[in-house]
């Protein structure tokens, strides 16, 4: 999804949900880590995270755009449009918008082992010495299978 794309999506929400245009910049922010979009006071512009739409898809996208726009129209309305504010809670509330939004730095695990006997099969960050080591389960070790 290109930066085009997203403006003409969060105008269309914001017409369809809040009866209200979105006149101002929506674009996708590499450098947004943590979150999964931002409203920013002073320009009235939405950043968004790209990796929401890669990892979670459109429709998880579509949740954090009516959360940054209940900031958004909230805001330039002179109410309440913070998250701990009743007037957030109720917008957010009626137009269906995310609260949170998934984790999007969710490791994933890099060693995979499988007991030899149980056949049970764990997964690590780190690696670890399989002849140190035996199941919980059946007490016969471990061996490492590559992704």
Same mark, same amino acid.
């Given at each position: 999804?290109?930066?085009?794309? =997203? $403006?003409? %999506?969060?105008?269309?929400?914001?017409?369809?949900? #809040? +009866? /209200?245009?979105?006149?101002?910049?929506?674009?996708?922010?590499?450098?947004?880590?943590?979150?999964?979009?931002?409203?920013?006071?002073?320009?009235?512009?939405?950043?968004?995270?790209?990796?929401?739409?890669?990892?979670?898809?459109?429709?998880?996208?579509?949740?954090?755009?009516?959360?940054?726009?209940?900031?958004?129209?909230?805001? =330039? $309305?002179? %109410?309440?449009?913070?998250?701990?504010?009743?007037? #957030? +809670? /109720?917008?957010?509330?009626?137009?269906?918008?995310?609260?949170?939004?998934?984790?999007?730095?969710?490791?994933?695990?890099?060693?995979?082992?499988?007991?030899?006997?149980?056949?049970?099969?764990?997964?690590?960050?780190?690696?670890?010495?399989?002849?140190?080591?035996?199941?919980?389960?059946?007490?016969?070790?471990?061996?490492?299978?590559?992704?």
């Amino acid at each position: 999804m290109t930066n085009e794309e =997203l $403006q003409k %999506l969060v105008e269309c929400i914001s017409l369809t949900f #809040f +009866k /209200q245009p979105f006149v101002h910049q929506a674009i996708f922010n590499p450098r947004l880590k943590t979150t999964g979009g931002r409203y920013h006071l002073k320009t009235h512009n939405l950043d968004f995270n790209p990796k929401i739409v890669v990892i979670f898809g459109k429709d998880e996208l579509i949740g954090v755009i009516k959360h940054e726009l209940c900031h958004y129209h909230l805001h =330039l $309305q002179g %109410l309440g449009y913070k998250h701990q504010d009743k007037d #957030f +809670k /109720q917008l957010l509330k009626q137009v269906g918008g995310s609260r949170y939004v998934k984790n999007v730095n969710q490791k994933q695990p890099k060693y995979t082992y499988q007991c030899t006997g149980c056949q049970q099969v764990i997964y690590r960050q780190r690696r670890f010495n399989v002849s140190k080591y035996i199941c919980s389960k059946c007490r016969h070790s471990f061996k490492e299978i590559p992704f």
